[in-house]
């Protein structure tokens, strides 16, 4: 498990309750509220058992009497790593949730999440913060791809940093949170694929 501290001055942060404009339905209680950055700042988690982290940060867009949610311009950094950079309506108009999630290696017993403003008049935030530690056999070491048609290994996959795009459960419903040993989102595979002549669906109970 992972402990959290978080390092800044009062002066430069903010806590807010979102105000909408139009009636919508009640967001989750992790987004109704979120911290504003005005200057860099950190959160810092201690790591207790060295691996794979899997990191997943909340944005919900807002409008409160304080801050315009589409003037916010910063970037991310996960133990050195730029994972995210947020620029003028860096959300694409996206009204719900937005999630990010990445799998970083941790091998020196902390994790660091810094939010940098890109300028004095904008700010940065973040609605919910997840680190949790990941199963030791989740990020292969070693993997083999093709290159010019010849079939090679790369190794050291484990201790790179890796962005999760798509999470798609192939033939099947979406699953939720609730429904995921690891409270990962699965979406179906209708928006990617092609067409579904010459192909169906084939659902079994588990191992025979």
């Known amino acids: 498990m992972a402990a959290a501290s978080f390092r800044t001055r009062p002066l430069h942060l903010a806590q807010f309750h979102s105000e909408t404009k139009t009636p919508i339905p009640i967001p989750p209680q992790i987004y109704r509220t979120?911290?504003?950055?005005?200057?860099?700042?950190?959160?810092?988690?201690?790591?207790?058992?060295?691996?794979?982290?899997?990191?997943?940060?909340?944005?919900?867009?807002?409008?409160?009497?304080?801050?315009?949610?589409?003037?916010?311009?910063?970037?991310?950094?996960?133990?050195?790593f730029v994972v995210?950079?947020?620029?003028?309506?860096?959300?694409?108009?996206?009204?719900?949730?937005?999630?990010?999630?990445?799998?970083?290696?941790?091998?020196?017993?902390?994790?660091?999440?810094?939010?940098?403003?890109?300028?004095?008049?904008?700010?940065?935030?973040?609605?919910?913060?997840?680190?949790?530690?990941?199963?030791k056999?989740?990020?292969?070491?070693?993997?083999?791809y093709v290159s010019d048609g010849k079939v090679m290994g790369f190794d050291g996959l484990a201790k790179q940093?890796?962005?999760?795009?798509h999470r798609v459960n192939v033939g099947g419903h979406k699953v939720t949170p609730f429904n995921d040993s690891l409270w990962r989102t699965w979406i179906t595979d209708e928006e990617f694929f092609d067409s579904g002549v010459g192909s169906e669906r084939v659902y079994f109970g588990g191992e025979d």
């Open 137 to 144: 056999d989740l990020v292969a070491d070693t993997a083999m």
């Open 161 to 165: 940093a890796l962005q999760v795009v």
């Open 34 to 80: 979120a911290r504003v950055f005005r200057r860099p700042s950190k959160y810092e988690f201690q790591i207790n058992d060295p691996g794979t982290q899997m990191v997943r940060l909340h944005f919900q867009s807002f409008n409160s009497c304080n801050f315009d949610w589409n003037s916010a311009q910063f970037h991310v950094l996960v133990n050195g």
């Open 84 to 135: 995210l950079k947020v620029s003028d309506f860096g959300f694409g108009g996206v009204l719900g949730p937005m999630i990010k999630e990445y799998l970083i290696w941790v091998g020196t017993g902390k994790l660091v999440i810094q939010f940098v403003p890109d300028k004095k008049s904008s700010f940065a935030f973040v609605n919910a913060i997840e680190v949790v530690s990941a199963p």
